[in-house]
T-cell receptor
Framework: SQTIHQWPATLVQPVGSPLSLECTVE??????LYWYRQAAGRGLQLLFY??????ISSEVPQNLSASRPQDRQFILSSKKLLLSDSGFYLC???????????FGSGTRLTVV | AQRVTQPEKLLSVFKGAPVELKCNYS??????LFWYVQYSRQRLQLLLR?????SIKGFTADLNKGETSFHLKKPFAQEEDSAMYYC???????????WGAGTKLIIKP
């Protein structure tokens, strides 16, 4: 069966420090991969998605970037964190959008 | 434009009462619709899909194309139903789901 792993679960980082959040999927190949930010009362905001290795689509201009170095690995990064980057980040995968998404457990990022 | 609207940010009902979480969509075509649920300290998970026509945990949702709605219903709410609920739409034209803003459901004892 397919599983998705996301880590770390929580992270406290100072302003200006780099960021790397990792997401891996097991039990499937060539999944569509997604990074979302979830804000209280504001729903889910799609940050990036990828349909294949090295293919990244960005939905909103931001201080973050994403990479997909391997088929089942998706990384969310920043060179210098801002206070406004604080939030709850979710990784998800899908074998096709009509099947819906499967989400990771999320990372609570606090930038101080 | 494709859009999903959940008009209630917060819905509070008593245990045993019926629940209806509203979802309206805007889409020129035949959408695929989903309800997702996030219980406290758990990951966001798929509750049900329109195409499956399933009943999960007593919840059902019927697609009403005339009213462009996909409301989530349960005849008798239980305390464990307290959670955040999201409605989402697949437009089939790209790789993304279009999300509503979510409704927080609180079931009072």
């Amino acid at each position: 069966s397919q599983t998705i792993h996301q880590w770390p679960a929580t992270l406290v980082q100072p302003v200006g420090s780099p960021l790397s959040l990792e997401c891996t999927v097991e039990g499937t190949s060539n999944p569509n991969l997604y990074w979302y930010r979830q804000a209280a009362g504001r729903g889910l905001q799609l940050l990036f998605y990828s349909v294949g290795i090295g293919q990244i689509s960005s939905e909103v201009p931001q201080n973050l970037s994403a990479s997909r170095p391997q088929d089942r690995q998706f990384i969310l990064s920043s060179k210098k964190l801002l206070l406004s980057d604080s939030g709850f980040y979710l990784c998800a995968w899908s074998e096709g959008v009509d099947y819906g998404y499967t989400f990771g457990s999320g990372t609570r990022l606090t930038v101080v | 434009a494709q859009r999903v609207t959940q008009p209630e940010k917060l819905l509070s009902v008593f245990k045993g009462a019926p629940v209806e979480l509203k979802c309206n969509y805007s889409y020129s075509g035949s959408p695929e619709l989903f309800w997702y649920v996030q219980y406290s300290r758990q990951r966001l998970q798929l509750l049900l899909r329109h195409i499956s026509r399933e009943s999960i945990k007593g919840f059902t949702a019927d697609l009403n194309k005339g009213e462009t709605s996909f409301h989530l219903k349960k005849p008798f709410a239980q305390e464990e139903d307290s959670a955040m609920y999201y409605c989402a739409l697949s437009g089939r034209s790209n790789y993304q789901l279009i999300w509503g803003a979510g409704t927080k459901l609180i079931i009072k004892p």
